[in-house]
């Protein structure tokens, strides 16, 4: 069975108990100019507008998925995803409080842009300084949609980029890497569906381990409680 990701409307809650689902914040940086909006935009409403301006701060929308793959149960999942300013004095001041609670945190550089993918450098240090050691670390090369000729950007010096820094910062990371175009939408939806099954494994797995404590709980409820008798004894 195939694995199926559908929006779905309405606020995020679960549950016969309305308890609200916690969210899975997912960040995008990157130099300018290399589509993190325009892949914003995708993953919020598969829309793609050219000469896309950036948010003036931190941008970010959330969405109820339900996920399904090798079992016909579906999980539900919160995802809040934030676009970030290019301005650098704004980054330093404001930003890196956004990698805090990210679960995943997606590196974006462009064919059209070499400084793009060496100043990956900048926000892996970031990540490691600021995001959860156990968030997933998504790189994105944007922009294949490209002609040849305005690709300055080639796979040997990617694959030397990336060998250089699996032996480094990348080493003992959850690592995925991904080819897209935010202008014809090829690649997104893989990000995406790979992002939410990872993130609905996890809930999942939370489930499970809040059921348990949840009948532990219950079992200890439902089990005789101590007694003190009239002459001071503890009755058991």
């Known amino acids: 069975m ?35 909006t325009s892949i914003y935009n995708r993953l919020e409403n598969n829309t793609f507008k050219e000469g896309t301006t950036p948010p003036a701060g931190m941008d970010c929308f959330d969405r109820v998925y339900h996920v399904s793959a090798q079992t016909d149960e579906n999980i539900k999942v919160a995802a809040r995803v934030w676009d970030s300013f290019d301005h ?4 330093r001041n404001v930003e890196r409080s956004f990698y805090k ?15 793009s993918l060496t100043c990956l450098t900048f926000w892996i240090e970031d990540a490691t300084s600021y995001a959860p050691k156990n968030a ?16 300055v950007v080639c796979d040997d010096e990617i694959e030397h980029f990336f060998d250089i820094q699996f032996k480094n910062d990348l080493q003992g990371r959850n690592v995925l890497r991904y080819k897209t175009s935010a ?3 090829e690649g997104i939806p893989d990000v995406l569906v790979d992002l939410l099954c990872m993130f609905g494994e996890q809930a999942a797995t939370e489930s499970e381990r809040s059921n348990v404590n949840l009948t532990r709980l219950e079992e200890e409820r439902d089990q005789p409680q101590p007694t003190v008798s009239d002459e001071g004894c503890l009755i058991l």
């Open 2 to 36: 195939a694995t199926t990701v559908t929006a779905v409307a309405g606020p995020p809650r679960y549950g016969s108990y309305d308890q609200p689902l916690p969210y899975f914040d997912i960040v995008l940086v990157g130099e300018p100019g290399v589509g993190k």
């Open 88 to 91: 650098e004095s704004y980054y």
């Open 101 to 115: 609670f990210a679960k995943a945190v997606v590196f974006v550089y462009s064919l059209d842009k070499s400084s």
């Open 136 to 151: 997933l670390w998504v790189f994105i090369c944007n922009k294949i949609d490209l002609p040849m000729e305005d690709q």
């Open 183 to 185: 202008k014809t939408g």
